[in-house]
T-cell receptor
Framework: GENVEQHPSTLSVQEGDSAVIKCTYS??????FPWYKQELGKRPQLIID?????GEKKDQRIAVTLNKTAKHFSLHITETQPEDSAVYFC??????????????FGKGTLLTVNP | EAGVAQSPRYKIIEKRQSVAFWCNPI?????LYWYQQILGQGPKLLIQ????????DSQLPKDRFSAERLKGVDSTLKIQPAKLEDSAVYLC?????????????FGPGTRLTVT
């Protein structure tokens, strides 16, 4: 089955700096890569996703890059703000049929943005 | 739109007891997922339903866990008998995958403590 490795497990940055979280996956059939943000005690929420036919995607201060050859993808957050502090999870998945994606999550990165 | 509802939010039981969790997905969402999230880890898929049929239950410990989704709407996840290692947050998620939309919407979770 799919295996997703995520690094680092913790990341501390100063407000305004950039943060980068990296993930690798094992199954070359995976073709959908979402990132979820989970604030303490709350539910995971999708912040950005990318499909395997795209190398990069941006949404305001957040960007995701994908390298299919190397089987790794990264989350980039620029101009970090204290409200970006949370646990971020990457995930990889493939279409298990009928557009139903089975997600395998990484172990998460605790991002702390210091004011 | 209303989000994914789960109950109870918290449950404390002794080992070898049984417990049941309930999930009501977003109206119209055909796909429903149950995840187990152990402290400090990413969510792990236990079972995936498409309407009232099981799409994937390969990681469900079937000797003690069971799940059903009658009428293709609400779902229940049961553990009988519980073990200490079942202590975790149980997340329910739903999705409605028309072409190009694969976001999974998570509920608030049920925090289970087995003593």
């Amino acid at each position: 089955g799919e295996n997703v490795e995520q690094h680092p497990s913790t990341l501390s940055v100063q407000e305004g700096d950039s943060a980068v979280i990296k993930c690798t996956y094992s199954d070359s059939a995976s073709n959908y890569f979402p990132w979820y943000k989970q604030e303490l005690g709350k539910r995971p929420q999708l912040i950005i996703d990318i499909r395997s036919n795209v190398g990069e995607k941006k949404d305001q201060r957040i960007a995701v890059t994908l390298n299919k050859t190397a089987k790794h993808f990264s989350l980039h957050i620029t101009e970090t703000q204290p409200e970006d502090s949370a646990v971020y999870f990457c995930a990889a998945s493939y279409d298990s049929g009928g557009s139903n994606y089975k997600l395998t999550f990484g172990k998460g990165t605790l991002l702390t943005v210091n004011p | 739109e209303a989000g994914v509802a789960q109950s109870p939010r918290y449950k404390i039981i002794e080992k070898r007891q049984s417990v049941a969790f309930w999930c009501n997905p977003i109206s119209g969402h055909a796909t429903l997922y149950w995840y187990q999230q152990i402290l400090g880890q990413g969510p792990k898929l236990l079972i995936q339903f498409q309407n009232n049929g099981v799409v994937d239950d390969s990681q469900l410990p079937k000797d003690r866990f069971s799940a059903e989704r009658l009428k293709g709407v609400d779902s229940t996840l049961k553990i009988q008998p519980a073990k200490l290692e079942d202590s975790a947050v149980y997340l329910c998620a739903s999705s409605y995958p028309p072409a190009g939309s694969y976001e999974q919407y998570f509920g608030p979770g049920t925090r289970l403590t087995v003593t």
